[in-house]
Nanobody
Framework: QVQLVESGGGLVQDGGSLRLSCAAS????????LGWFRQAPGKEREFVSA????????FYADSVKGRFTISRDNAKNTLYLQMNSLKPEDTAVYYC???????????????WGQGTQVTVSS
């Protein structure tokens, strides 16, 4: 089973950019659908973006469409989330996750990283 470790979070000003990375261990990385989720204080965890295993088809929540870009490098076993035009409401802990099926539902993902904090100051 794949294991996931996020990095790249931090503090950025309104309108700034960050790139999150999610390093995976395990030989079957390329076979998983990968997703990014986030959880703000006092709120439910929510879907941000997902990317399919081979074709690399991408999906985004409406709140981040046009600002965030998900990508993966199967040769490096790494998932990325490029976040541009960040807003204070993007502040959250960001998690990467892996699934054996294409879904935006949290319950569809059975492998999770530990999360990385993103804070956007106004």
């Amino acid at each position: 089973q794949v294991q996931l470790v996020e990095s790249g979070g931090g503090l950025v000003q309104d309108g700034g950019s960050l790139r999150l990375s999610c390093a995976a261990s395990g030989r079957t990385f390329s076979s998983y659908v990968l997703g990014w989720f986030r959880q703000a204080p006092g709120k439910e965890r929510e879907f941000v973006s997902a990317i399919t295993s081979i074709a690399g088809n991408t999906f985004y929540a409406d709140s981040v469409k046009g600002r965030f870009t998900i990508s993966r490098d199967n040769a490096k076993n790494t998932l990325y989330l490029q976040m541009n035009s960040l807003k204070p409401e993007d502040t959250a802990v960001y998690y990467c996750a892996a699934s054996t099926m294409l879904t935006t539902a949290i319950k569809g993902y059975n492998v999770w990283g530990q999360g990385t904090q993103v804070t956007v100051s106004s």
